[in-house]
């Protein structure tokens, strides 16, 4: 079975750009949550989605979006790019909401973003 | 404020030994504590998970346990090996079902 894929694996934005990023959960996964990774520190969540509403948000500002589609795919957007947005974005399914209580998290090898 | 803390120092271990890796957390009451392992360029994967009720979980080499009266998971890896060379995350699940990591312990083994 394929796991948690995401695209694309490597981007170069510059400041005040917008970049959408895709994730293909596993196949019969309903939660997908998204982390951004800081060089050097832990997965901070970003947001979660289930059954293609949104079910939690971290500590991010609005420049930054997502969205869950009716196969269970999803695209984070992140609008006005800063330095600071540089990162690695990864995407995680699980069976179940409460991201991972009663389900691992399964991640996908994140989008390494750059921005200049 | 909430907080939770891994090794700040990365860990190197001789081949054979075990290697024991700490999380601590304040301000928390989390139901929930997972293990992961990351790789260089790699997402996380998971390892384990612990609920609060339970002291103890084991698999294979690995073992986790999980104190809630000092706020801490103790995770070790008995018979180590270079393959197990890798970073290696705690994760929170808190009544509000938010999840926070921790920042990671690198883990080096030498043969």
């Known amino acids: 079975d394929a796991g948690v894929t995401q695209s694309p694996t490597h981007l170069i934005k510059t400041r005040g750009q917008q970049v959408t990023l895709r994730c293909s959960p596993i196949?019969?996964?309903?939660?997908v949550s998204w982390y951004q990774q800081v060089l050097g520190q832990g997965p901070q969540f970003i947001f979660q989605?289930?059954?293609?509403?949104?079910?939690g948000r971290g500590n991010f500002p609005d420049r930054f979006s997502a969205r869950q589609f009716p196969n269970y795919s999803s695209e984070l957007n992140v609008n006005a790019l800063l330095l600071g947005d540089s990162a690695l974005y990864l995407c995680?399914?699980?069976?179940?909401?409460?991201?991972?209580?009663?389900?691992?998290?399964?991640f996908g090898n994140g989008t390494r973003l750059t921005v200049t | 404020s909430q907080k939770i803390e891994q090794n700040s120092e990365a860990l190197n271990i001789q081949e054979g030994k075990t290697a024991t890796l700490t999380c601590n957390y304040t301000?928390?009451?989390?139901?929930?504590l997972q293990w992961y392992r990351q790789d260089p360029g790699r997402g996380p994967v998971f390892l384990l998970l612990?609920?609060?009720?339970?002291k103890e979980k084991r698999k294979e080499r690995l073992k986790v346990t999980f104190d809630t009266t000092l706020k801490q998971s103790l995770f070790h890896i008995t018979a180590s090996q270079p393959a197990d060379s890798a970073t290696y995350l705690c994760?929170?699940?808190?009544?509000?079902?938010?999840?926070?990591f921790g920042s990671g312990t690198r883990l080096s083994i030498r043969p």
């Open positions: 301000n928390y009451s989390p139901a929930y």
């Open positions: 989605y289930y059954e293609k509403e949104e079910r």
């Open positions: 995680a399914s699980s069976l179940a909401l409460g991201q991972g209580a009663h389900s691992p998290l399964h």
């Open positions: 994760a929170l699940y808190s009544s509000a079902s938010k999840i926070i």
């Open positions: 196949s019969g996964h309903k939660s």
């Open positions: 612990i609920r609060e009720n339970e």
